[in-house]
């Protein structure tokens, strides 16, 4: 191929694809193109029926192609996919699959609800074999359109795609073409689109199909962001290129060049850089038209033929940065809407936001449209060598000489040989599963199902401890335990809720025995055992207990006569002069409300404003003494005032849980006039308390209890006389946002809460100290917080003390992410992506990490990923971790941020949790304001509507 010496025959790149910002998408026109032929421009449905093939087609390859595959098990997977339309519902699916594969040895199967398909992964290529054919024989597939489909999927937001360039590399031995018969043009392109063809049936299909029109396809992969309304891309290493496929909430890019390359037919390179084509004309071009040569790029390629990345690996590509003459520079970057470097990308124009200019290409950007919110502007002015996104690469992951990659591989080869998959197809494992298969055969069912009866039995009787047991019909064991045991009341609640968990897993058992699930169940019970070789269960509970637990009292204290009777005859005194003003909180008038307190607050449907708070509603703040199991301070910016005329009057249970309350806060209620029963209920009504409220008593719950406990105050028909409660809480529209961080040392010095803190006031939360991912608190250890942020794993990674394999850390995160979703289903969980350090042989394995923990969270759409990748490029300022003009690390260490790194790590942060809610543009209180005085915000009481 080097060698060919043919004359350059008119050609020049074109940049459709990446101009998804720039060129509005046009449809149905023509274009002639220069012999004459005339070339339909692509429609949109043209463009994604192509797109549509084309990431099969990657797909295949990478399929085929297991070095690019950052997951090796991935290659044993079936997906049954229930495509739109299609009635079936997955659970049902899941089953008969289940069924089909009854013989089929298998790791796991996932049901994926929001893309509606079973994942099913197998131990080796044989079992998938195998589950492949039964499947595809199944009525269950056949008759209910489900599509049988091996690929990974592993693109699901592919908006723009193509053959990724190390296909490339497959495909260039196959071109032959001699020096001799490589004199036309037509000539090359006929054997390059042989040479395509022939890999690859839908690409022979596509250009059938588009015929003459297909040339040579140059590939970029990178994965855009939207900031500011604009689209920012961030090219990628095309080893990176699952990762940018996958990052769930980017869309993936692939620029493609549609071009022919003479004279030397080399491929360019996918990061070469964007020489002449700014221009607007090109910009218009259409993937197939070609035009004056002289404006083609790649013409003068020799650095471009330099920097061929023909192994897909990025070696070629990281030569080419090592040398000198290589600017430091590699990616090239999609035009932006505006050509005027003085002037913001996004081409508005706010004379509040302070500007950047890029070191590299000069270009001035909004603060906020380069993801650098959160700086001062005094900062913004120090960083004198940033880069754009446009211009960045992070030194990091982009600069890798190439001896590091044959290094990695040698590493990876001997890492996979130890890996489970291998062990797997070993002998000695293959024995173990023909011995199992043997003993199963002989499995007598009938045997196990009476013994789980006959315990089943005896959990029954020990659940009943006011029936009191016949000792002899226990076993042995149990008799002489009860004989000994000296049970106290709680030890013997504790011991009936464990055996109702036990009776549960038993029944659940004892189904699948007659259905015959038996070996699935333990599977599905058991996921460590065949996704790691470290065999640790992580310390988490079941879904079941944790919904059930009750990890705090009902309420913190009751404290009967804690108002004098001076105050209570101040407070009615106060009260009556209001009774024009409450109002029925439903049609039925069930009982009648008015509000107080700093911000507006929307109960029971109705909002309430803000209103100041008359100076007798603070004395009562002053002069109660809460009694609390901590010493938190006890802080209230609202009253909530409720009227119960007669018994008949009532709240039904409820929580106070609005995502406005301060979830670290306590809730205090003082009850005045006749005595009513609140009663209290656990998550699945197996606890209730009931506790009289009497006149002049305090009441302190916590917001923390709402998680797991209901309250209410029933109607009391015999009751005849008034009673009015007042209800203080700490409420503000910033704990829409209330965060908590769950961290490594680079987070320790985020701060939190209102006033200078790093997050902001908009951002209140605090931060737990966690090392490393095993040191993940349990869920009823986190609390209420409406985000939960992660960031730790690179101890995790990094441990030599306690090795753990990536597989494992990640199963654990995915069950404590599990945990917190179970027990908080309102929360947002941020994983905040690991950052590169100064060790290469670290960020390696930095990148597989973050990509794993990519695919983990792709399955949850309560689990977002804060994609710390674009703030790499701060760290290249000497205030982060990077020394650009040494081009190394700081000296000083290898995986703690620096004093800008922390800001726009916080400023990264915040930008996740705040999101883009409506309510957060509409910043609407004054926090000046204080204690009850009056400014109008809105806080929203979800509970405590009456039940239709
Ligand atoms: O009146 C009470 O004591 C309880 C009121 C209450 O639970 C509420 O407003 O959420
Ligand atoms: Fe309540």
Same mark, same amino acid.
């Given at each position: 191929?080097?060698?060919?010496?043919?004359?350059?025959?008119?050609?020049?790149?074109?940049?459709?694809?990446?101009?998804?910002?720039?060129?509005?998408?046009?449809?149905?026109?023509?274009?002639?193109?220069?012999?004459?032929?005339?070339?339909?421009?692509?429609?949109?449905?043209? +463009?994604?029926?192509?797109?549509?093939?084309?990431?099969?087609?990657?797909?295949?390859?990478?399929?085929?192609?297991?070095?690019?595959?950052?997951?090796?098990?991935?290659?044993?997977?079936?997906?049954?996919?229930?495509?739109?339309?299609?009635?079936?519902?997955?659970?049902?699916?899941?089953?008969?699959?289940?069924?089909?594969?009854?013989?089929?040895?298998?790791?796991?199967?996932?049901?994926?609800?929001?893309?509606?398909?079973?994942?099913?992964?197998?131990?080796?290529?044989?079992?998938?074999?195998?589950?492949?054919?039964?499947?595809?024989?199944?009525?269950?597939?056949?008759?209910?359109?489900?599509?049988?489909?091996?690929?990974?999927?592993?693109?699901?937001?592919?908006?723009?795609?193509?053959?990724?360039?190390?296909?490339?590399?497959?495909?260039?031995?196959?071109?032959?073409?001699?020096?001799?018969?490589?004199?036309?043009?037509?000539?090359?392109?006929?054997?390059?689109?042989?040479?395509?063809?022939?890999?690859?049936?839908?690409?022979?299909?596509?250009?059938?199909?588009?015929?003459?029109?297909?040339?040579?396809?140059?590939?970029?992969?990178?994965?855009?962001?939207?900031?500011?309304?604009?689209?920012?891309?961030?090219?990628?290493?095309?080893?990176?290129?699952?990762?940018?496929?996958?990052?769930?909430?980017?869309?993936?890019?692939?620029?493609?060049?549609?071009?022919?390359?003479?004279?030397?037919?080399?491929?360019?390179?996918?990061?070469?850089?964007?020489?002449?084509?700014?221009?607007?004309?090109?910009?218009?071009?259409?993937?197939?038209?070609?035009?004056?040569?002289?404006?083609?790029?790649?013409?003068?390629?020799?650095?471009?033929?330099?920097?061929?990345?023909?192994?897909?690996?990025?070696?070629?590509?990281?030569?080419?940065?090592?040398?000198?003459?290589?600017?430091?520079?590699?990616?090239?970057?999609?035009?932006?809407?505006?050509?005027?470097?003085?002037?913001?990308?996004?081409?508005?124009?706010?004379?509040?936001?302070?500007?950047?200019?890029?070191?590299?290409?000069?270009?001035?950007?909004?603060?906020?449209?380069?993801?650098?919110?959160?700086?001062?502007?005094?900062?913004?002015?120090?960083?004198?060598?940033?880069?754009?996104?446009?211009?960045?690469?992070?030194?990091?992951?982009?600069?890798?000489?190439?001896?590091?990659?044959?290094?990695?591989?040698?590493?990876?080869?001997?890492?996979?040989?130890?890996?489970?998959?291998?062990?797997?197809?070993?002998?000695?494992?293959?024995?173990?599963?023909?011995?199992?298969?043997?003993?199963?055969?002989?499995?007598?069912?009938?045997?196990?199902?009476?013994?789980?009866?006959?315990?089943?039995?005896?959990?029954?009787?020990?659940?009943?401890?006011?029936?009191?047991?016949?000792?002899?019909?226990?076993?042995?064991?149990?008799?002489?335990?009860?004989?000994?045991?000296?049970?106290?009341?709680?030890?013997?609640?504790?011991?009936?809720?464990?055996?109702?968990?036990?009776?549960?897993?038993?029944?659940?058992?004892?189904?699948?025995?007659?259905?015959?699930?038996?070996?699935?169940?333990?599977?599905?019970?058991?996921?460590?055992?065949?996704?790691?070789?470290?065999?640790?269960?992580?310390?988490?509970?079941?879904?079941?207990?944790?919904?059930?637990?009750?990890?705090?009292?009902?309420?913190?204290?009751?404290?009967?006569?804690?108002?004098?009777?001076?105050?209570?005859?101040?407070?009615?005194?106060?009260?009556?002069?209001?009774?024009?003003?409450?109002?029925?909180?439903?049609?039925?008038?069930?009982?009648?409300?008015?509000?107080?307190?700093?911000?507006?607050?929307?109960?029971?449907?109705?909002?309430?404003?803000?209103?100041?708070?008359?100076?007798?509603?603070?004395?009562?703040?002053?002069?109660?003494?809460?009694?609390?199991?901590?010493?938190?301070?006890?802080?209230?910016?609202?009253?909530?005032?409720?009227?119960?005329?007669?018994?008949?009057?009532?709240?039904?249970?409820?929580?106070?849980?609005?995502?406005?309350?301060?979830?670290?806060?306590?809730?205090?209620?003082?009850?005045?006039?006749?005595?009513?029963?609140?009663?209290?209920?656990?998550?699945?009504?197996?606890?209730?308390?009931?506790?009289?409220?009497?006149?002049?008593?305090?009441?302190?719950?916590?917001?923390?209890?709402?998680?797991?406990?209901?309250?209410?105050?029933?109607?009391?028909?015999?009751?005849?006389?008034?009673?009015?409660?007042?209800?203080?809480?700490?409420?503000?529209?910033? @704990?829409?946002?209330?965060?908590?961080?769950?961290?490594?040392?680079?987070?320790?010095?985020?701060?939190?809460?209102?006033?200078?803190?790093?997050?902001?006031?908009?951002?209140?939360?605090?931060?737990?100290?966690?090392?490393?991912?095993?040191?993940?608190?349990?869920?009823?250890?986190?609390?209420?917080?409406?985000?939960?942020?992660?960031?730790?794993?690179?101890?995790?990674?990094?441990?030599? @003390?306690?090795?753990?394999?990536?597989?494992?850390?990640?199963?654990?995160?995915?069950?404590?992410?599990?945990?917190?979703?179970?027990?908080?289903?309102?929360?947002?969980?941020?994983?905040?992506?690991?950052?590169?350090? +100064?060790?290469?042989?670290?960020?390696?394995?930095?990148?597989?990490?973050? +990509?794993?923990?990519?695919?983990?969270?792709?399955?949850?759409?309560?689990?977002?990923?804060?994609?710390?990748?674009?703030?790499?490029?701060?760290?290249?300022?000497?205030?982060?971790?990077?020394?650009?003009?040494?081009?190394?690390?700081?000296?000083?260490?290898?995986?703690?941020?620096?004093?800008?790194?922390?800001?726009?790590?916080?400023?990264?942060?915040?930008?996740?949790?705040?999101?883009?809610?409506?309510?957060?543009?509409?910043?609407?209180?004054?926090?000046?304001?204080?204690?009850?005085?009056?400014?109008?915000?809105?806080?929203?009481?979800?509970?405590?509507?009456?039940?239709?």
């Amino acid at each position: 191929m080097e060698d060919l010496n043919v004359t350059a025959p008119p050609v020049t790149p074109s940049y459709s694809n990446v101009l998804q910002m720039t060129t509005p998408s046009k449809t149905g026109h023509e274009t002639t193109s220069k012999d004459n032929t005339t070339i339909p421009k692509k429609s949109d449905v043209d +463009r994604k029926i192509e797109f549509m093939k084309i990431s099969s087609f990657i797909n295949d390859t990478l399929e085929k192609n297991s070095v690019s595959n950052p997951h090796e098990d991935s290659q044993n997977i079936i997906v049954l996919r229930m495509d739109k339309g299609n009635k079936t519902n997955l659970t049902e699916a899941k089953q008969s699959a289940l069924k089909v594969l009854k013989s089929v040895p298998m790791i796991n199967m996932k049901e994926n609800i929001r893309d509606k398909k079973l994942v099913i992964q197998l131990p080796s290529v044989k079992e998938k074999q195998l589950a492949r054919e039964l499947l595809s024989k199944s009525p269950m597939v056949k008759t209910s359109n489900i599509v049988v489909d091996d690929t990974k999927k592993m693109f699901p937001k592919i908006t723009v795609a193509n053959i990724p360039n190390y296909t490339l590399a497959d495909i260039e031995p196959k071109i032959n073409i001699s020096a001799s018969d490589s004199q036309s043009h037509d000539t090359i392109k006929s054997v390059l689109k042989q040479g395509f063809m022939d890999k690859n049936e839908n690409l022979r299909e596509l250009i059938e199909e588009k015929n003459k029109t297909f040339d040579i396809v140059y590939v970029k992969v990178g994965y855009n962001y939207t900031t500011a309304g604009i689209k920012v891309w961030r090219w990628s290493d095309v080893t990176l290129f699952p990762t940018a496929c996958r990052v769930p909430h980017h869309h993936l890019v692939i620029d493609t060049y549609y071009k022919m390359s003479p004279p030397t037919l080399k491929l360019r390179p996918y990061h070469t850089a964007d020489k002449g084509v700014d221009s607007p004309a090109e910009e218009q071009d259409s993937l197939y038209s070609e035009s004056d040569p002289s404006k083609s790029s790649l013409h003068s390629s020799t650095s471009d033929t330099a920097n061929l990345d023909v192994t897909g690996t990025g070696e070629k590509f990281f030569e080419a940065l090592d040398s000198p003459t290589t600017p430091a520079t590699p990616t090239s970057f999609p035009k932006l809407k505006t050509v005027d470097k003085n002037k913001c990308p996004c081409n508005k124009s706010d004379g509040t936001s302070t500007k950047i200019i890029c070191a590299a290409c000069k270009q001035v950007w909004h603060q906020k449209c380069c993801n650098c919110t959160g700086l001062p502007a005094a900062a913004i002015k120090k960083l004198t060598r940033w880069q754009c996104p446009a211009c960045y690469v992070c030194p990091a992951l982009g600069k890798l000489p190439a001896t590091v990659y044959t290094e990695l591989r040698a590493m990876r080869d001997t890492l996979s040989a130890l890996t489970l998959r291998d062990s797997i197809n070993s002998s000695s494992y293959q024995q173990e599963i023909a011995s199992l298969r043997a003993s199963a055969s002989s499995f007598d069912a009938s045997e196990i199902l009476s013994k789980i009866d006959s315990l089943q039995k005896e959990i029954q009787e020990l659940k009943s401890p006011l029936v009191t047991p016949d000792k002899s019909e226990f076993s042995p064991t149990i008799k002489a335990a009860l004989d000994n045991a000296t049970i106290v009341p709680e030890s013997l609640k504790m011991i009936q809720e464990n055996l109702s968990h036990l009776n549960n897993r038993m029944t659940q058992l004892q189904d699948s025995i007659k259905t015959g699930n038996a070996a699935s169940y333990c599977r599905s019970q058991a996921p460590a055992a065949t996704d790691s070789p470290v065999l640790i269960q992580p310390n988490t509970s079941s879904p079941h207990v944790l919904k059930t637990q009750t990890p705090c009292k009902p309420y913190e204290s009751y404290e009967a006569g804690a108002i004098s009777q001076e105050l209570k005859a101040e407070l009615l005194e106060f009260i009556e002069t209001l009774d024009p003003e409450f109002s029925g909180v439903d049609q039925n008038e069930s009982r009648q409300v008015i509000y107080f307190g700093d911000y507006s607050y929307k109960y029971t449907g109705k909002n309430h404003p803000a209103r100041p708070a008359p100076p007798v509603l603070m004395k009562v703040l002053d002069s109660v003494d809460p009694k609390t199991g901590d010493k938190r301070s006890l802080k209230a910016n609202s009253c909530l005032i409720t009227r119960y005329r007669s018994g008949v009057n009532h709240i039904p249970m409820h929580r106070d849980d609005e995502i406005m309350i301060d979830p670290e806060s306590y809730i205090m209620t003082v009850s005045l006039g006749a005595k009513r029963t609140m009663t209290f209920c656990n998550n699945d009504d197996t606890k209730s308390e009931s506790l009289d409220l009497e006149d002049c008593s305090l009441l302190v719950t916590s917001r923390f209890a709402q998680d797991f406990w209901r309250h209410g105050i029933l109607p009391q028909n015999e009751i005849s006389g008034e009673r009015i409660s007042l209800t203080f809480r700490e409420i503000s529209p910033h @704990f829409m946002n209330s965060t908590i961080l769950l961290g490594d040392s680079n987070t320790a010095k985020v701060a939190f809460g209102t006033g200078s803190g790093t997050l902001g006031a908009w951002v209140p939360g605090k931060r737990v100290k966690v090392g490393h991912i095993e040191a993940l608190p349990d869920a009823v250890d986190i609390g209420p917080y409406r985000n939960i942020v992660i960031h730790t794993g690179i101890n995790s990674i990094n441990s030599r @003390f306690q090795p753990r394999s990536d597989a494992y850390l990640i199963h654990v995160l995915e069950k404590k992410c599990k945990d917190y979703m179970t027990v908080y289903p309102r929360a947002k969980i941020h994983i905040s992506m690991l950052l590169p350090t +100064r060790l290469r042989r670290l960020n390696h394995h930095v990148e597989c990490f973050n +990509r794993a923990i990519l695919d983990m969270s792709y399955q949850y759409k309560n689990i977002r990923i804060i994609d710390n990748s674009m703030f790499g490029s701060f760290l290249s300022d000497e205030h982060g971790r990077w020394d650009v003009k040494e081009h190394k690390p700081l000296a000083s260490d290898s995986l703690h941020l620096g004093k800008m790194g922390i800001r726009l790590f916080a400023a990264n942060i915040k930008t996740a949790v705040i999101g883009k809610s409506k309510s957060q543009s509409r910043v609407r209180f004054n926090s000046s304001q204080g204690r009850y005085g009056g400014a109008a915000g809105a806080a929203q009481h979800q509970g405590a509507s009456n039940p239709p």
